[in-house]
């Protein structure tokens, strides 16, 4: 019996979903709990609706709706991702996973196939985090790895608490987070980063998501006068970032792995014939490797005081995030390499750059995800683009993979 | 004949001038042709008159007071500087030039001594060029290097002209500028930087001036994701910015007299998370040697391009200032030397750091300047200070150069 992806309505869904919240500039923004995802949300209920799933919405409005299987002794295999978005987003991040699970449902109403073992697809709240802090909030509940009396208290950016927010949206549910442990949980998602095209590949295995380390690194130095001061004399803390940022870079490429960002820089007095007093830096550092990345950090410290004895300057740092390193299941990344294979596909197995709901859910089950390319790799963006073909690609493994899963 | 400094009217008068203009904080403000630079000129036009001083005035305001010699067949000896601020400034950079050209004259009305060479104190106007570019602008003016009815046409940070301020302040002199060609030029200085203090000598010989080189380097890349964009696919402009920032370093620790400063520095989008697209730095380089001050330019040019290269960035830069170095006069340099080491006094040759008045006088006679220790090098600042002994030095060995140059 053939099971056939319907394309077309997966393809016509990213575009009706794309359009709510629409910015005038070409993108659109969707932030956590707004009347825009209130929107995206009754439009995914809509289409969960059309299918005869079951739908449930947690505590922290995350919505599942499931395709029952013919054995409810079995655990559930959940697909799942997020459509609440950044502002002035691109259309393809999270609501591709949610989507491309519909249509996996799709697909197996079609066939008039029930599986044995049930299938969610998930929708978890507020994954981006602009809104309101933390992102992969919903996830994260869903996990257990915080209190959702905790986070309904949180206080936006616009200072709405968040539980008033969402049960003005009508998405305040009664379903417990953590109630459906998964058999296994899957991931579809672009890939935001430039590696699959720049391989021509067409599938991304992601085997690993990085962990993540941010600092902000403050260097404080004198100021003097650029034209007086000998170069023996200085205590320049511009200098010092700038030793500093090289440095980073020499290690991240001695490493093999860590990545090494200075993305933002504060001179002062930060005139050009004053020799910068303080230097303020930000240092995000990432690693599939969570030793690596407590490595790199033991590093920098190192490297720090060598550079504050070097130039004479103070340096203190602050850590603003940690996020271990998540190495997904292997045998779950294994299934879906042997079935990407199957299908013909190039692949490709990598690791998850950003962080991504699938990280919370490896904590309570066997987790992994799978990559579709992003054009330049830009994300984040209305610019944000994947080829029709690359989509199809991606739904086409969801589908086999999920077909291995659950029957 | 003894003839002795009144030291006590010098130090009095320093105060005196100190508190006009003063600010909250404790500094002073007397920015060019602004009512509190009217007081300060009215003072000094009071303590000249007290003098008998023969007080002439010029088109762009610089104030000259001469006390005749015995040979108007001589050329006059020039003593100057500048009574004008910045903005919260010390009470010495300037005044102290001006007003120990006064108290030498004093010295020689008290001992009843009239020289054989006609002795002009100048106060020059609009130094520091903090209200109109460019700055040291009456002292250029005088020496003909740029045109006074240009100058006059400046329009001020406050939008006000030149020309009107002056007029209104009743400082717009009938006399031409350049019109005493000065035997030489002697101004006595405040260091501004830290050499003498660091070496515990009383006088520095002002042997030359450096050239100065401002640049603004633009430096664009491509912004991307900190978490998902290889090193070896990057291309950083904040990374390219610190590596030039240590190669410049590098570069100035090997000539042995270059100095190269990046004050200012400035990411977009300056996000952690992102890549930096670009980086705007300017970089102060400053030389005695002007052919090394070149080299150091072309070095410079050479590592934006390798640097370019090596990140896939782009790099291009723009002169803002270029000010030639200044050789002061071998002989009147050899002349305070001696006169230095028979007062007793210690002494350092030295190049001045920051520019000066002197570097324009240089153009139309002999020239040279006497500078006296900055307490931990600071200028610029209400916490500016010279003890009242290295300023009685300086005074000492200017009374005795000028006794040598006019007698």
Redesign the interface.
């Known amino acids: 019996m053939t099971i056939a992806l319907d394309t077309a309505t997966l393809l016509a869904q990213l575009t009706q979903l794309g359009i709510i919240g629409h910015d005038v500039g070409g993108g659109r923004t969707r932030l956590a709990f707004s009347d825009a995802d209130k929107q995206g949300r009754d439009q995914l209920f809509a289409w969960m609706q059309e299918l005869s799933l079951d739908i449930k919405i947690d505590y922290i409005g995350n919505i599942f709706g499931t395709l029952a299987g013919s054995d409810p002794a079995l655990a559930p295999l959940m697909i799942g991702s997020h459509i609440d978005t950044v502002i002035n987003a691109g259309m393809y991040d999270g609501c591709y996973g949610v989507l491309a699970g519909l249509a996996v449902l799709r697909a197996l109403r079609q066939a008039g196939i029930v599986p044995r073992r049930s299938i969610v697809v998930a929708a978890f709240s507020n994954e981006e985090g602009v809104r309101y802090q933390p992102d992969m909030m919903g996830s994260l509940v869903y996990a257990g790895g915080i209190d959702v009396a905790q986070v309904l208290d949180v206080i936006g950016t616009d200072g709405t608490r968040l539980g008033a927010e969402l049960r003005r949206i009508g998405y305040a549910g009664d379903l417990p987070p953590g109630a459906m442990v998964p058999h296994a949980y899957l991931e579809l998602h672009i890939?935001?980063?430039?590696?699959l095209e720049?391989h021509a590949t067409q599938i991304g295995v992601v085997a690993d998501l990085?962990g993540?380390s941010?600092q902000q690194i403050t260097i404080t130095g004198v100021a003097?006068?650029?034209?007086?001061?000998?170069?023996a004399?200085r205590h320049?803390a511009?200098?010092a970032?700038?030793?500093?940022?090289?440095q980073v870079?020499r290690m991240?490429?001695a490493s093999g792995s860590t990545?090494a960002?200075?993305?933002?820089?504060q001179?002062s007095?930060?005139?050009?014939?004053?020799?910068?007093q303080t230097a303020i830096l930000?240092l995000?550092m990432?690693d599939p490797d969570d030793q690596k990345l407590s490595a790199a950090e033991a590093h920098v410290a190192a490297l720090l005081q060598t550079i504050a004895a070097q130039e004479g300057v103070t340096i203190r740092s602050q850590q603003?995030v940690r996020f271990p390193a998540v190495h997904f299941d292997d045998a779950l990344v294994a299934e879906i390499a042997q079935t990407t294979a199957a299908l013909g596909f190039s692949q490709r197995q990598m690791t998850?750059?950003?962080?991504h709901d699938a990280q919370m859910l490896a904590r309570i089950a066997p987790a992994a995800m799978i990559f579709v390319p992003s054009q330049a790799?830009i994300?984040?963006n209305p610019a944000e683009y994947t080829s029709d073909a690359d989509l199809i690609a991606g739904a086409t493994v969801l589908l086999a993979v999920v077909q291995r899963l659950s029957m």
Chains 1, 2 share one sequence.
């Open positions: 890939e935001q980063g430039p590696l720049a990085q993540i941010w003097n006068h650029a034209g007086t001061t000998p170069l004399m320049d511009g200098w970032a700038a030793e500093l940022i090289t870079r991240a490429l990545l960002t200075v993305g933002s820089i001179f007095p930060n005139a050009i014939n004053v020799i910068p930000t995000d990432r603003l998850s750059g950003a962080g790799g994300s984040h």
